[in-house]
């Protein structure tokens, strides 16, 4: 399509930098920020540029002044209809409908709707997910598989090369007491039944055990060491625990829908940790303190980093330094991404910190969530584990069953079963990623399940509300071709519904950039909307010949864009519910 690579913020944008380049000294425009964004009212037109506010200090001269001065050197532009300055000195674009008609024309026949390619030829690793070998995976471990997927997938239709790495913490001291564990207490047939409740157990009781008994201890750390050394035999256990785990961590995986292109763990990185503290200790960033070897990062006002225990274990930001170098070489990505809850953030300053220090060129992004509440009870003993995260999915499924068989009494019962599923987990995922994930949230199935709100069942119900307006179309005019038929914006509720349809390329750009779902969600909602009032107020079937195609034509792209779009928060869309 045309202007394929641009979206319609990018092409207003230049176009009013250009105004503001001809019009004002360029001085003056340094560091300005020349944007155009939707209009926050219909009032002030479709598009509006705030700059001149800002400039007006710069120029020692009225806001209002500037805005005018520079919409008199804006040539002429194929989009915009008229402008207008508006009180203090906003200026407001308002765009030709016929052009947007063209416009959606035109993102029709694009499978990205518009989408630019913007990460083409660039690489984007993106480590989430990452539970812990023989522990539970809890909330977090959820929160960071979900909201990290989504951004996954809205990085893969931005045309990036992701490389998505469940990065297992496969690798620890814990290691030698779950040995010592297995060997003297694990239970196989528990093992087999439920292997991470097994394992938990046998690690605990390791672990007291420990703590009154000596040398239990000390023969715990020597298998600790054999393990780190090679052993074969205590290397077949670790395997055997990491299969075990991740069995189980799968079933969660194939659930949610998630695959990772590397499943690495700590464990991979194991043979190079020595060698970044050398590396640290070369460039005088490491230095002895009381046996340990730690970076002190006072000019970052952080507190020092362990970098080697003065017993001369590495610590988890070492592996996470080693890490970082191994991907560098290995993908030359852009930018490394970890998906991980808010505990985690002094972790990774540290480790962005020293990164920066050894002059490595990545961009390192730690993208944290908050804690989730759960429903009363979900959680009660302990912080979470899979089989409980499993019953919260049964009964999500289970929940949108009884909503599924009510709203579609004459489906087949398997069909669904198969739509309660889309829907129930739907509803979970949805619940966490419309919401500003820095925010505490508190999870409730009213609010998540709600099909008259801003939920994951609302927007799948409004996808199989339209695809059966289409449908309708088709049964009623089986001889009609909308696609001969040009779009029409002529009510105002079209032309409104239009304006949010051109968006979509735009809020994908912004919530993969700003690594925030909540973006993509808040506007799918706003979508539904929009289209809700557009259906309810503009005669459908019976509309004059024409405009019922051109009708038709919108619907298809409403329906097209919340599938898309919830696709890419991992939500499944129904044919029919
Ligand atoms: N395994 C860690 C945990 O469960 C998360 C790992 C996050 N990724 C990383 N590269 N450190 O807390």
Same mark, same amino acid.
């Given at each position: 399509?045309?202007?394929?690579?641009?979206?319609?913020?990018?092409?207003?944008?230049?176009?009013?930098?250009?105004?503001?380049?001809?019009?004002?000294?360029?001085?003056?425009?340094?560091?300005?920020?020349?944007?155009?964004?939707?209009?926050?009212?219909?009032?002030?037109?479709?598009?509006?540029?705030?700059?001149?506010?800002?400039?007006?200090?710069? &120029?020692?001269?009225?806001? /209002?002044?500037? %805005?005018? =001065? +520079?919409?008199?050197? !804006?040539?002429?532009? @194929?989009?915009?209809? $008229?402008?207008?300055?508006a009180g203090a000195g906003f200026i407001n674009i308002f765009l030709r409908t016929d052009r947007l008609a063209r416009h959606?024309?035109?993102?029709?026949?694009?499978?990205?709707?518009?989408?630019?390619?913007?990460?083409?030829?660039?690489?984007?690793?993106?480590?989430?997910?990452?539970?812990?070998?023989?522990?539970?995976?809890?909330?977090?471990?959820?929160?960071?598989?979900?909201?990290?997927?989504?951004?996954?997938?809205?990085?893969?239709?931005?045309?990036?090369?992701?490389?998505?790495?469940?990065?297992?913490?496969?690798?620890?001291?814990?290691?030698?007491? &779950?040995?010592?564990?297995? /060997?003297?207490? %694990?239970? =196989? +047939?528990?093992?087999? !039944?439920?292997?991470? @409740?097994?394992?938990? $157990?046998?690690?605990?009781?390791?672990?007291?055990?420990?703590?009154?008994?000596?040398?239990w201890l000390n023969e715990a750390r020597r298998e600790l060491v054999k393990l780190q050394q090679g052993d074969p035999e205590n290397l077949a256990l670790w395997q055997l625990f990491v299969d075990l785990s991740m069995k189980e961590f799968e079933r969660i995986y194939r659930r949610l829908g998630v695959t990772f292109d590397l499943v690495r763990g700590e464990s991979y990185y194991r043979d190079?940790?020595?060698?970044?503290?050398?590396?640290?200790?070369?460039?005088?960033?490491?230095?002895?303190?009381?046996?340990?070897?730690?970076?002190? &990062?006072?000019?970052?006002?952080?507190?020092?980093?362990?970098?080697?225990?003065?017993?001369?274990?590495?610590?988890?930001?070492?592996?996470?330094?080693?890490?970082?170098?191994?991907?560098?070489?290995?993908f030359a990505p852009e930018a490394i991404v970890y998906v991980t809850d808010e505990r985690q953030q002094l972790h990774f300053n540290q480790c962005f910190a020293i990164a920066r220090r050894l002059g490595w060129r990545v961009n390192l992004v730690h993208v944290w969530f908050g804690l989730m509440r759960l429903p009363e009870g979900t959680f009660s003993t302990r912080e979470g584990n899979v089989i409980k995260l499993e019953r919260l999915l049964d009964e999500a499924e289970t929940r949108a069953l009884a909503l599924v068989r009510e709203a579609s009494p004459d489906m087949p019962e398997t069909q669904q079963r198969d739509v309660a599923r889309a829907v129930g987990i739907g509803a979970i995922k949805y619940a966490d990623l419309s919401q500003n994930p820095q925010s505490l949230i508190t999870f409730t199935w009213d609010k998540a399940l709600a099909m008259d709100g801003n939920s994951a069942p609302y927007l799948q119900y409004a996808c199989a509300r339209i695809s059966s307006v289409q449908d309708k179309y088709r049964e009623r005019f089986p001889q009609g071709d909308p696609a001969q038929w040009p779009i029409i914006l002529g009510e105002p509720v079209e032309r409104r519904l239009a304006l949010r349809l051109i968006r979509f390329p735009s809020v994908v750009l912004r919530a993969a950039a700003l690594y925030r779902p909540s973006v993509l969600a808040d506007y799918l909602y706003d979508l539904a909307q929009t289209y809700s009032s557009f259906y309810q107020n503009v005669p459908f079937l019976k509309a004059e010949e024409g405009v019922r195609e051109s009708r038709v034509r919108l619907c298809g792209l409403v329906v097209r864009t919340l599938r898309q779009g919830l696709n890419l928060l991992g939500i499944e869309t129904p044919e029919r519910i």
């Open positions: 399509m045309e202007e394929k690579k641009k979206t319609l913020e990018q092409i207003l944008g230049e176009w009013m930098a250009d105004a503001f380049h001809k019009a004002l000294p360029e001085n003056a425009l340094r560091d300005a920020d020349l944007s155009v964004t939707p209009a926050t009212d219909e009032k002030f037109g479709d598009y509006q540029c705030n700059a001149a506010m800002g400039l007006a200090r710069v &120029l020692k001269t009225s806001p /209002r002044k500037i %805005a005018e =001065q +520079v919409l008199a050197s !804006a040539p002429a532009h @194929e989009w915009v209809d $008229r402008c207008e300055v959606l024309e035109a993102v029709e026949e694009d499978p990205s709707l518009g989408t630019p390619a913007v990460g083409a030829d660039k690489t984007v690793v993106l480590d989430y997910s990452s539970p812990n070998v023989a522990k539970p995976m809890h909330i977090g471990h959820i929160r960071s598989t979900v909201i990290g997927n989504a951004l996954d997938r809205l990085h893969r239709f931005l045309g990036y090369r992701v490389v998505a790495d469940n990065h297992l913490g496969d690798w620890g001291t814990q290691f030698g007491l &779950l040995i010592m564990g297995y /060997r003297h207490f %694990a239970d =196989q +047939v528990r093992l087999q !039944a439920r292997p991470i @409740e097994e394992l938990e $157990r046998i690690y605990v009781a390791s672990y007291d055990k420990s703590r009154e008994d000596e040398a190079r940790l020595s060698d970044v503290l050398e590396r640290l200790r070369s460039e005088g960033l490491a230095e002895e303190s009381e046996g340990a070897q730690v970076v002190r &990062l006072e000019e970052e006002e952080l507190p020092l980093c362990i970098v080697q225990k003065s017993d001369g274990g590495y610590n988890y930001a070492t592996s996470d330094l080693a890490t970082v170098q191994s991907r560098m070489e290995e």
